[in-house]
Nanobody, 127 residues
């Protein structure tokens, strides 16, 4: 059974840090791409970052230099380290997995490539 479970959300002050985790079930191939998306109230869901395999990453322009996505080979946990957060980072964060290795490129952060989704974890940034 394919399963993704997010955790680590919560409230954080602007300028602070938060780390999200996504436990990815072993039924998803180790090289399959995993991404983080987020959705703010009243807005469309948007991509934040993706990792293909264990080292190839891509980021949305809005989080480059502030967020880091990583994947632990042993635990199969995909983490999103969020630093220097601001109000624009508020939203529900979802972990999603593709059925294959997605080559980095313009479409790598497209929702349509990701088949499996978690329930999400809420992040609220306060000023």
């Amino acid at each position: 059974q394919v399963k993704l479970v997010e955790s680590g959300g919560g409230s954080v002050q602007a300028g602070g840090s938060l780390e999200l985790s996504c436990v990815v079930s072993r039924s998803i191939c180790s090289q399959c791409s995993v991404a983080w998306f987020r959705q703010a109230p009243g807005k469309e869901r948007e991509a934040v970052a993706m990792i293909a395999g264990f080292t190839t990453t891509m980021y949305a322009d809005s989080v480059k230099g502030r967020f880091t996505i990583s994947k632990d080979k042993t635990t199969n946990i995909v983490s999103l380290q969020m630093n220097s957060v601001d109000a624009g980072d508020t939203g529900r964060y979802y972990c999603a997995a593709a059925r294959s290795y997605v080559l980095p490129g313009l479409s790598a952060l497209s929702e349509r490539l990701y088949t499996y989704w978690g329930q999400g974890t809420q992040v609220t940034v306060s000023s």
